[in-house]
């Protein structure tokens, strides 16, 4: 059973850093297509970051050169290194298998992020 728990988020002021972590268990993280989703009260969950087999990296066009993802494959984890933050990048934070996000299934409880002065 595919379990994936997310941690490191908070309370950050603008323009401050956070690095999320997302532990996997079922699944084995190098060999998947995995991504970073967010969502915002009263909006639907987007795709923020994504690594799939062979390394390609794709970040939505907000995000792009302000947050970073990576893979420990000794770990079976994925991190989320989140820079310059704004407060629009406020939102509750989930990873999932790009596969399993698109059948909407095996989401975590997420982290929560919270971007304000």
């Known amino acids: 059973q595919v379990h994936l728990v997310e941690s490191g988020g908070g309370l950050v002021q603008p323009g401050g850093s956070l690095r999320l972590a997302c532990v996997a268990s079922?699944?084995?993280?190098?060999?998947?297509?995995m991504g970073w989703f967010r969502q915002a009260p009263g909006k639907q969950r987007e795709l923020v970051a994504s690594i799939i087999r062979g390394g390609y990296i794709n970040y939505e066009d907000s995000v792009k050169g302000r947050f970073t993802i990576s893979r420990d494959n000794a770990n079976n984890t994925v991190y989320l290194q989140m820079n310059s933050l704004k407060p629009e990048d406020t939102a509750v934070y989930y990873c999932?298998?790009?596969?399993?996000?698109?059948?909407?299934?095996?989401w975590g409880q997420g982290t929560q992020v919270t971007v304000s002065s």
């Open positions: 999932n298998d790009l596969k399993m996000a698109a059948r909407n299934v095996n």
């Open positions: 079922g699944i084995d993280v190098s060999v998947k297509d």
